[in-house]
Each structure stands twice: as structure tokens, then as C-alpha cells.
């Protein structure tokens, strides 16, 4: 495990979920499978490195004093790819959506959420998310140990490409559980995986190896699809969205997005991107 942590961390990481998605469809088994990141990362850290690695991989959470431009593209990019395929949609002779009904207004909420505007829900959901969701544990683990990994032989684009390829392996059983493979329009949201990897690494470098603006872009994500109404299109409308942000990123960053220059290798559970390899970089508390 020592000599090849990323090894160890993917084994583990595909024991816990695919066991958990393949052996019940409950809501406790999906939570437990996609828990599995940051239960494998804190594994894998704390045998080869123990409370002082697990302190460092943490530690990564509180990177908070970054560029303004790391916390508007953690926010805003979900809400900009969302509009962006809802112009394509339009561009092809389809109907704008009715903004004043996104799918937030079509779930249950809590009772004194209920009634609230789009623009209100959005910060009770972040906090529903931080508070109930899975974005730290799964950025513990792909983006806390998976991703400084990964740059430290190969450059943002590769890195990303390869951790892409991962998470869709990983989440493959999740999805033919729910019968989304196959047949189902749903299965070509994989193809958006690649470029959201491409995104998501573009923010964890130019904020210094942030685990909180990697937590806050998961949320977003999730947020903007239940506070920003898209209009009903095929999937592969919102994939060309994703994949127009990414090539916008990757033309202004290059293939080391945002790295200054390729990582020095860290300590087992390293900060993965030091703030002078970085164009913005960031500090802790």
C-alpha cells in the first residue's frame, strides 16, 4: 500500500461502492458506495502516513484564502455551462425554459423552504448538501488523493483524463443498477465526465490544492441542476456544453491547467500543487 497508493485507493474505493450498489438498490447502500472515496483516501492515508498524514489530507479543506476568480468559477462555471446548452437548445429551433420552475420547485422541500423563489433555495440547498450530501467525502478521495497522484507523472489534461476514466468505471454498477445503461439517454452523461474532470482540475490548481473549492464546485453542480431550469433535450445538448467550458479552460491554461509548472512530488498526503506552481495560489487558516 505504501508503494502504490493510488493502486490501493482505487481497489478499495471500487470494493466498498460496487459491493454496496451491487448488493441492494436502498438509499443506505448508494450513500455507502458514494461515501467510498473519502472512507478509501483516510485508509489508505492514515496506514502509510497516520494522524499526521490524515491532519494534512484535512488540512486541505481549510484552504480558504484564494483569488475571488477560484471561488467565481467554483460557483458560477455550473450555472455558465447550464445556460450555455440552454442556448444551444434554442440555436436549434427549441423552446427557452420557464426559469420561475426550476426542478427544485418540483421536489419535497422542507416545510419552511417551501415557497421560496429559485434564487432563495440556493443557499439552504448548499447547506443541505454540506451538511447531508457526499461532495467531501468524494473530493477527499479523487481530488485529495487521486488527483496530486496523478500530476505528479503527468500534466493536468492527462491526470484529468485519467481520473475521468476512472469515476466512470466506478460509477458504472450505480448506473446499470438504475437502469441508465443501455437504451436510456442518461448513459451519454458519461461523455460529460471528462470535461467536468477537466474543470474540476482547473479549480483544485489555481487555488493552491483547495479540497473546499473542489467541495464548493461539487455542490454547485448539484445546486445549479435543481435551481436553474434547462430545458428538455437530449443529454448530449448539456455533454457539447461541458465540453465548449472545457476547451475554453484548456486554451487559456494549457495542458497543466493552472500548474505553473509540473508538481514536485509531495509527501504521501502532500498538498499535491504548492501555491508557487500555481497562478493563484492559496493559504490555509
Keep these: 500500500m505504501k508503494r502504490h497508493p493510488l493502486v490501493a485507493f482505487v481497489g478499495i474505493t471500487f470494493l466498498i461502492s460496487w459491493g454496496a450498489w451491487l448488493s441492494s438498490a436502498s438509499r443506505q447502500s448508494f450513500l455507502i458506495g458514494a461515501f467510498a472515496p473519502g472512507i478509501a483516501a483516510m485508509i489508505v492515508v492514515g496506514i502509510n502516513e497516520r494522524l499526521a498524514g490524515l491532519q494534512r489530507l484535512f488540512e486541505r479543506l481549510l484552504i480558504w484564502r484564494v483569488h475571488i476568480i477560484c471561488y467565481a468559477a467554483a460557483l458560477l462555471l455550473p450555472a455558465a455551462v447550464s445556460l450555455m446548452g440552454t442556448a444551444i437548445h ?119 490544492g483547495s479540497l473546499l473549492l473542489c467541495v464548493i464546485f461539487n455542490i454547485a453542480l448539484k445546486v445549479t441542476d435543481l435551481v436553474l431550469a434547462a430545458p428538455t433535450s437530449h443529454p448530449l445538448v448539456g455533454v457539447c456544453a461541458y465540453w465548449m467550458a472545457a476547451g475554453v479552460v484548456l486554451s487559456f491554461a494549457g495542458a497543466n491547467l493552472g500548474a505553473a509548472a509540473k508538481q514536485a512530488a509531495p509527501g504521501e498526503s502532500g498538498g499535491g500543487v504548492r501555491q508557487s506552481e500555481t497562478l493563484l495560489g492559496g493559504s490555509r487558516l
Design 90 to 208: 434554442m440555436m436549434f429551433g427549441g423552446d427557452a425554459p420557464d426559469f420561475s420552475l426550476p426542478p427544485a420547485m418540483n421536489v419535497k422541500l422542507p416545510a419552511y423552504v417551501r415557497g421560496w423563489g429559485p434564487a432563495a433555495l440556493v443557499l439552504p440547498l448548499f447547506i443541505q448538501h454540506i451538511l447531508y450530501g457526499t461532495a467531501i467525502a468524494e473530493e477527499l478521495g479523487w481530488r485529495g488523493l487521486g488527483l496530486p497522484r496523478l500530476q505528479q507523472r503527468h500534466n493536468g489534461f492527462i491526470a484529468s483524463l485519467i481520473l475521468a476514466g476512472l469515476w466512470a468505471l466506478w460509477i458504472m454498477p450505480f448506473y446499470w443498477k438504475q437502469g441508465w445503461i443501455g437504451a436510456n439517454e442518461r448513459a451519454f452523461t458519461l461523455l460529460a465526465v471528462i470535461p467536468g474532470a477537466i474543470l474540476a482540475t482547473w479549480i483544485y490548481n489555481i487555488s493552491g
